[in-house]
Every structure is written in C-alpha cells, then in structure tokens.
C-alpha cells in the first residue's frame, strides 16, 4: 500500500481523492500534525479564528478527520458545525470522535452541494483547496460568499506557493500525469498550490475583502469577510 501523504510533488501515478485519503485513512492524523511545518501552531489557531458564540453555524468544507474541530470543539461547544468531505470513510472516523457536538455530515464534493444562503457564522477549510485552478475557486469562494451571514468569516488555511514558477510548474505537472486519462469529472489528488498573491485574488473576485493573517513553512492562513 502506498503511504505517502505530504506537500511535495512526487512521481507516483494518479490517484482519486477519496482514495487516496482513505488508502492512508491509518497514518494520515499523525502525518499532518507531525509532517506537516508547525501545524501544531496553524491549526490551533485556525480554530481561534472561528467563532464562540452560542449556537455558531460552521460550514467545514474539506473536512477530513476533524482535526480542526479538535481544537475548536474545545473553544465552543455548542457550535453546529456542517463537515464536507469526499471520503465516507474519514468522516465516520470525524462522526465517531466528535459524537457528543453532533456535525452534521454530508459525503460529496463541496463544488457540486448547494448551501443555503446566509446561513452560516463561519467558513473553514484547512488543507483541502490546493488541488484546484484559479477558476474553480472563485467560483466556489462565490458560492461560499452567499452561504455566509453578512458579517460571516471564511477561514482558508492551505499550502499555497511561494512564487509563480511553482505554481506553474504544479499544474504542467499535473497536466502530464492526467495526459490520456479519459475519466471526467474526477478529484485527483495531485497538488496545484496557487501563489498567496493568486489565492487572496481569487477570494476578492469571489466577493471578499481578505487578511493574511500568518505563513509556515509552505501552509498560510487567510481570513476572509463578505464584502457589501
């Protein structure tokens, strides 16, 4: 079985998301927490970025595990948070720790379900969206724009590039390894980080002002509100 999970390009074939993740579902918390730069620090904080009102609606798109929600439970535990995610088998493992806050669980991609408008305090992603192009995200940050209350947040902490170059050599990268694949509409798990610069663009076109909040190692944290 092959067990690598990490932020670096490698020559392996391609493979669909959901499998991916849950073909290392045994190894996969104690990789990111361990493997990935400081997310002992980014993660926490993520959580510190959520709201702690009573009764907060989260929207956790790309939720995993719940290893974000390990750290925010803590901080409200009367929050309703809505976890998507691709992979079944992750979020029973996310349903099971966290049966006593009771998420809400929906399997499926978060490009394809529609969320009801203005409906959510809160967006959080961690670790999800840098598989995707420029176009699809502001597509989705559109989508996510309209899910929020007027002064709702999205929380976006991801691996993003550090320049141009990369960036444009992750998705060559990614063109090469699907060069014959006839599959459509198929997640591969294959790593396109946009630059910071492209991803807090992305977000304005998608209807937000944004704040770069913080970076470690290739992982930076942007905090996003509705713009009127």
């Known amino acids: 079985m092959k067990t690598k999970i990490d932020h670096e390009c490698c020559s392996e074939a ?4 959901a499998e991916f993740f849950e073909n290392r579902l045994d190894i996969y918390e104690k990789h990111q927490m361990e493997a ?3 997310a002992d620090v980014f993660y926490p904080l993520t959580a510190q970025k959520l709201p702690k009102q009573s009764g907060a609606q989260v929207l956790d798109l790309g939720a995993g595990t719940g290893l974000e929600l390990g750290f925010y439970y803590p901080l409200n535990k009367t929050a309703k948070v809505t976890c998507v995610d691709l992979s079944p088998k992750m979020l029973d493992v996310l349903e099971r720790k966290f049966s006593e806050y009771l998420p809400k669980i ?3 991609s978060y490009f394809d379900i529609e969320f009801e408008e203005e409906k959510f305090d809160a967006v959080v992603s961690v670790e999800s969206l840098h598989h995707f192009t420029y176009a699809e995200k502001v597509i989705l940050y559109k989508k996510i724009r309209r899910a929020l209350k007027k002064d709702g947040v999205f929380i976006l902490t991801d691996y993003m590039e550090d320049d141009e170059a990369a960036e444009k050599a992750g998705f060559e990268r990614k063109n090469n390894m699907l060069s014959g694949l006839n599959e459509e509409g198929v997640f591969w798990h294959i790593d396109t980080p946009l630059t910071v610069e492209h991803e807090m663009q992305a977000l304005i076109e ?3 002002c944004v704040t770069h909040c913080g970076r470690w190692g290739k992982t930076s944290l942007l905090e996003a509100y509705r713009t009127v």
């Open 36 to 38: 990935i730069a400081c």
């Open 206 to 208: 998608g209807g937000f």
């Open 106 to 108: 929906i399997c499926g």
């Open 14 to 17: 391609p493979e669909k998301m």
